[in-house]
């Protein structure tokens, strides 16, 4: 063993090379440093924070940092629009002196609101107070002090009145000189629209703010718009001393209803006032309907109130003066319930019609209206063949045969002569509750427009539908003498008979009338209840013969 061990001792070691130990020794250090440079690359690439982004408001700092000038001309445009609307409301009119006190109030309060946001600003961003702070003042107070002065100036009747002292000096000269505006007619009209413009900006600025002296300022306009384009106020003052006389109430009617109701008020005066305080814009439309007839409407009006407004809503002054002046209040509120049409049909009537049977004319407006209705439309159609009626034809002939019949329920038909609704078969069958057939006036003549046959022939259409159907069902008939001239009962009487007797019809014609060639209606019916085999007989007390069907 000990033999081994020093055979090995004597092996050679190798020898030592500096030079390859520091090539290794460098190498490990050089990687050790990139290792420790790229671990401490990623620690500060995780400890840097991300960028953050600004909020709103920092972005509206920056903004108006960034824009000083503009944002400080911003706050005195907005100082001085307010320096306009308190000045307006606080004062009723504007001085030069209240321009001035406006205007520089509202520079002192625009340049103190500036030069806050302005050190607040340097603040913030870390300058000096005093930056800008000049330049910021002066752009803010100048822009508030000529917004307020030159809105004042527009707004508050300064130029109005500026326009207004130029167009009369112009008038002026022009009055002394009228040589010399001959051909000046650009110059007069132009200054003439200036005025126009300014009371017009004036007025709209007094009503939005509820000034009280808006109603004044658009008297002033509508008379500078009537004064035929000639610079100046003369005659416009001349005109507003007339409304002034009016009394108080005149400005507020302007304000409320405009300056096209001046006309009316310098026309019809007081009454036009009173109407127009009244009734507004109802009476407005009342007194420029009627032109020449316009006084005697206004006198309707000042007698009968609310009635007479209603009425001359939908008549004409003579209608409405007819209804108001002959029917009880109560029974003209009925009328004027049923609408337009009835009342204009109830203005038909006599005046001694509607003041003795008022009510029962007010009760029949209605289905009168209805009637009209029905003629116009029948007697659009052209002249008609009796023959060979249409199925609209026979439904309109029968609408009006209905809505001309009275007590349509009665037990029997009352005919004879018309004399009226007091008299003749009208009043008869009045007393007696008989159905009877009496005729809106304005039927008659209005089945004329076809010519006279055709009148003739429609009115017996109409007058057979009522009788038709009461024959069917039997009804008795009376014919009344009533309302027969004494000197014509024989004839009439004699012409009955000669129906019961066969004669012709020129022969009963001729019984009443020599000169007569056609039958009446009245003749024409009894003829129809001959025909139908109805008997008569007279009766001695109630003057009248009763026709039965046996």
Known sequence: MLGRNLAWAHIPKPAFDMAQWKQQDYA???RWEREQAYQAYRQGERADPQPQKKSWWEKALDWVDNHQPETSIGVGAIVGAIAIGVTLMVVGTVTLPVLAIAAGAAAVAAGAA???GTVGLNVYYDRPPTTNIWNNVKAAAITAAA??????????GLLTQAAVVTGNAIA???A?????????????????KLEEAALAVQLTVETVTGNPHAGETAIELQLEQMDGGAPGNTAAAELGEQLAKLGDDVPELIATYGDEIVPLLLKYGEDAVDIIGAYGDEGITLLRKFGSDTPQAINLIKDFGAPAVRLLDTLDVKSAGKLLQNLEPDVLDYAIKQGPDAVSALSKWKPEELEEFGVELALRAEKDAKVIA???KLVSFGPIDPAHLTKEQKDLIDSIAKNCTQYPDGKQ?????WAGLGDGYAAAASETGSVSYVAHPDLWPMLGKNGAEQQEQ???LVNQQVMQPRIEQGLSFEYTLKGVKPGEINREMDAIKAIWAGATDADIAKILDPNRKNLPSRMKELKELYEAGYQFSFDVVTNSYILIKP
Do not use: Q, R, Y
């Open 176 to 192: 002394a000189n009228p040589a010399v505006c001959a051909h000046a007619g650009v110059i007069l009209d132009a200054a003439d």
């Open 28 to 30: 490990e250090t050089a």
């Open 458 to 460: 429609i009115a017996w």
């Open 172 to 174: 002026g000269t022009c």
């Open 147 to 156: 917004v307020t002065g030159v809105g004042l100036f527009v707004a508050g």
């Open 114 to 116: 500036v030069v806050a």
């Open 374 to 376: 029905d003629v116009k």
């Open 413 to 417: 038909v009352m005919l004879g002569s």
